[in-house]
């Protein structure tokens, strides 16, 4: 198993940037391939980026495509998102998720393809 805790979180105008991190258990960090999702309040969770095991390719939804980067630090066990150009309707509650196998991009959009979820860290965006 692997726990993963989210932080970065926060309140920023329209036009900021943040930059979350997922932080992992385990050494074992580099096997798993990782996602962020999001969830607004009504909304269903949404795929937001994934990162493959070494970090050497990414994608992306296309509402944060340009704007968002995904990466990964396998020696610090530790993932990131860096989000830049803020819009209200990035607001939403951002987790992080893992999954030991390979993802195919018909199936890392998918939250019930992952094994491993973070509690989550909000990012409010104010207009």
């Known amino acids: 198993q692997v726990q993963l805790v989210e932080s970065g979180g926060g309140l920023v105008q329209a036009g900021g940037s943040l930059r979350l991190s997922c932080a992992a258990s385990?050494?074992?960090?580099?096997?798993?391939?990782m996602g962020w999702f999001r969830q607004a309040p009504g909304k269903e969770r949404e795929f937001v980026a994934a990162v493959t095991y070494s970090g050497g390719s990414t994608y992306y939804a296309d509402s944060v495509k340009g704007r968002f980067a995904i990466s990964r630090d396998n020696a610090k066990n530790t993932m990131y998102l860096q989000m830049n150009s803020l819009k209200p309707e990035d607001t939403a509650v951002y987790y992080c998720?893992?999954?030991?196998?390979?993802?195919?991009?018909?199936?890392?959009?998918?939250?019930?393809?992952?094994?491993?979820w973070g509690q989550g860290t909000q990012v409010t965006v104010s207009s």
């Open positions: 998720a893992a999954n030991p196998s390979f993802l195919t991009p018909q199936r890392m959009g998918v939250s019930q393809m992952y094994d491993y």
């Open positions: 385990r050494r074992t960090f580099s096997s798993y391939f």
